[in-house]
């Protein structure tokens, strides 16, 4: 069992207290067959925290899911043409879809104020990107230049009106699945976004943060990075 530092004490207790005010949590007042340790991170700035689960010992009897995620190819292909951009963020991402009551158990974690569960899907359930990815997948279903991958949604068109169609269609469905979007994150009607890759009139550079080495695929208009309530 992972010990919280008496120096993280308060803090790991007010995070508590905003977690069940979210109702993202919930207090387990009965003894659970399930109990996973936590471990606090600490933010950059070191002012705030985050709680991360340790799932791994639970995660074992998950019956994971395989769904799809959209390959670059794929991505490339259905935004050719594109030239203007929005980037949509889903606030709390994982935090809005809500767990099943059945499924909720497996979340139990201890901390030093007793046993918590959560009632939302959280990042340490191994299954949990691809059912996140596929939820939202089936919310934008019928949208056309729209892709999701995790909690990002791209939405893009030909021209400012073709996008603006579109921009409004993938609203009015969020808006149906009682999604929320964080306004601070989000960006609307973009020449270039970033978003995984780097857009601007379909010459895009993937993004990933761990390598420095920028490869040039000119023949492909192509910079790429390399880099070595809901049942569970």
Known sequence: MHRIPF??????????????RMDVIEKVESPSQ???PVIVVPKPG??????????????????????PIPTVNEVLHDMNGAKVFSKLDLKYGYH???LDPDSREITTFVTHKGLFRYKRLIFGINAASEKFQNI???VLQGCEGAQNISDDIVVYG?????????LRKVMHKLSEANLTLSKEKCEFGMDEI?????????????????????????????????????DL
Do not use: Y
């Open 96 to 98: 809005q879809i809500e």
């Open 136 to 138: 939202i997948s089936q």
């Open 7 to 20: 120096s993280l004490r308060e803090k790991v207790e007010s995070k508590l207290e905003e977690l069940e």
């Open 194 to 230: 970033t978003w995984g890759m780097f857009c601007q009139n379909m010459a895009l550079v993937l993004q990933k943060r761990e390598s420095k080495t920028l490869q040039m695929l000119r023949d492909q208009g192509l910079s790429q990075k390399s880099s070595h309530s809901w």
């Open 158 to 166: 030909a021209n400012q009106e073709e996008h603006d169609q579109r």
């Open 34 to 36: 399930w109990v996973s």
């Open 46 to 67: 070191g002012k705030d925290i985050r709680l991360v689960v340790d799932m791994r010992p639970a995660n074992q009897v998950v019956m994971r899911e395989r769904h």
